[in-house]
């Protein structure tokens, strides 16, 4: 099954303790991407990766680190992570950029950090 | 930088056609509109994209007027399961996407 899979799907830390949000497709896609979700913001794109190796910033990469070390996976790394980065996270791939293809989300990751 | 505006809200009833309408004031000439519908806690789903003129799918039709300063979803014939919120989607700079601001649709019986 063509899927964006994200992981862990919850999770509550504690301010200045490093964590990673892990992504994955399976559809062969070149472009992925970061979003946060914050009630009354919409989403905001973090950042995105054109492909292996080419990652540039979204609206909001403020306190964010990404990686593409390969096609399939693109983790989000949050180095000292703090209360405001409390939100709701969601990858996403498709084929080419610019919006031209349709985008597959992933299933969200809800983040807490006390 | 784009900026993309949407009605925070809609209210219809099951039955009806439903227009929402996204205004954004600076888009390239090539560039492709796209529609996204999300369920709370769920991410966003491709409804229909569009570059000009009108675009017809199975769901729903998609306008873009002649200066491509806006779009507008048309939803035929709305049931209970259309309530969700809906997103217009562009292209921004080289490889930047931005969402538009969200209209919540509320489909009652």
């Known amino acids: 099954e063509a899927q964006v899979t994200q992981n862990p799907r919850y999770l509550i830390t504690v301010t200045g303790k490093k964590l990673t949000v892990t992504c994955s497709q399976n559809m062969n896609h070149e472009y992925m991407s970061w979003y946060r979700q914050d009630p009354g913001l919409g989403l905001r794109q973090i950042y995105y990766?054109?492909?292996?190796?080419?990652?540039d910033k979204g609206d909001v990469p403020e306190g964010y680190k990404v990686s593409r070390k390969e096609k399939r996976n693109f983790p989000l790394i949050l180095e000292s992570p703090s209360p405001n980065q409390t939100s709701l996270y969601f990858c996403?791939?498709?084929?080419?950029?610019?919006?031209?293809?349709?985008?597959?989300f992933g299933p969200g990751t809800r983040l807490t950090v006390l | 930088l784009a900026k993309t505006t949407q009605p925070i809200s809609m209210d219809s009833y099951e039955g009806q056609e439903v227009n929402i309408t996204c205004s954004h004031n600076?888009?390239?000439?090539?560039?492709?509109i796209t529609w996204y519908q999300q369920f709370p806690s769920q991410g966003p789903r491709f409804i229909i994209q569009?570059?000009?003129t009108k675009v017809t799918n199975e769901v729903a039709s998609l306008f873009i007027p002649a200066d491509r300063k806006s779009s507008t979803l048309s939803l035929p014939r709305v049931s209970l399961s259309d309530t969700a919120v809906y997103y217009c989607?562009?292209?921004?700079?080289?490889?930047?996407?931005?969402f538009g601001t969200g209209t919540r649709l509320l489909v009652s019986p």
């Open positions: 990766s054109m492909n292996v190796e080419v990652t």
């Open positions: 996403a791939s498709s084929l080419g950029d610019r919006g031209y293809n349709e985008q597959f």
């Open positions: 989607l562009l292209p921004e700079g080289f490889q930047k996407l931005v």
């Open positions: 600076n888009i390239a000439t090539n560039d492709y």
């Open positions: 569009g570059y000009k």
